[in-house]
């Protein structure tokens, strides 16, 4: 049995619906971090970075969105959620998942955590004000160029639909209008559509 470690409204949604799909025997905990749950002692002793998602597995703890789907994808093999058998594609489903990860991620959290990056109130706001630009040309090479045929990966059906679903929910409160980008549109609808992804979302707002 796996315990995944989620907070609602970030990119721990991803993996949270390819564990639903792959029907996993897994157990879902919310991480609270209105209450900052995700920097108390407990919680850095599983994942010292104190971020989600956190998957604890019988091997040992797992972070970081990538590793956890590719994680799932071959722990449950016959999901067919990956393309394990063609080097090829599977690196392409990566290098896709890597660039949500290292650059459409890290443009969005901009707009709420330029203390990252920056003490300067000044730039902390000038980097908040660049979050529609920088948004809207990531998801533009997306449109152009990534989302050839009704699922990333073309015909086929993978995680990494579930992770550009969990970041396109992200435009509208990023300031871009998902209506620029028709493709995606499309897809984020189709998505949230689908019986085990309306599943996941709802259950990840609902608050026990």
């Not at 879902?28 to 998602?53: C, I, T, W």
Request: overall charge negative; some cysteine; aromatic content about 10%.
């Amino acid at each position: 049995m796996f315990t995944f470690y989620y907070a609602p409204n970030t990119c721990a949604l991803a993996p949270h619906i390819a564990l639903e799909q792959c029907g996993a025997d897994y157990q879902a905990v919310r991480v609270d971090f209105a209450q900052n749950q995700q920097g108390s002692p407990e919680y850095l002793l599983l994942n010292s970075k104190g971020r989600v998602p956190t998957l604890l597995t019988p091997r040992g703890v797992l972070t970081e969105t990538p590793a956890i789907l590719q994680f799932i994808c071959q722990t449950f093999a016959q999901s067919g959620l990956a393309p394990l058998d063609d080097p090829f594609e599977l690196a392409r489903m990566n290098a896709f998942n890597s660039y949500l990860c290292s650059t459409v991620h890290v443009a969005h959290a901009h707009r709420r955590r330029g203390s990252r990056w920056a003490d300067d109130p000044a730039a902390i706001e000038h980097m908040k004000n660049k979050v529609p630009e920088n948004m809207a040309a990531c998801f533009d090479l997306i449109e152009r160029e990534y989302l050839q045929g009704p699922w990333v990966l073309g015909e086929k059906y993978s995680v990494s639909d579930m992770y550009l679903f969990t970041l396109a929910q992200w435009l509208e409160a990023d300031g871009v209008d998902i209506r620029r980008f028709p493709k995606v549109a499309h897809h984020r609808l189709k998505m949230a559509q689908d019986p085990v992804v309306a599943r996941v979302v709802l259950a990840e707002q609902s608050v026990a």
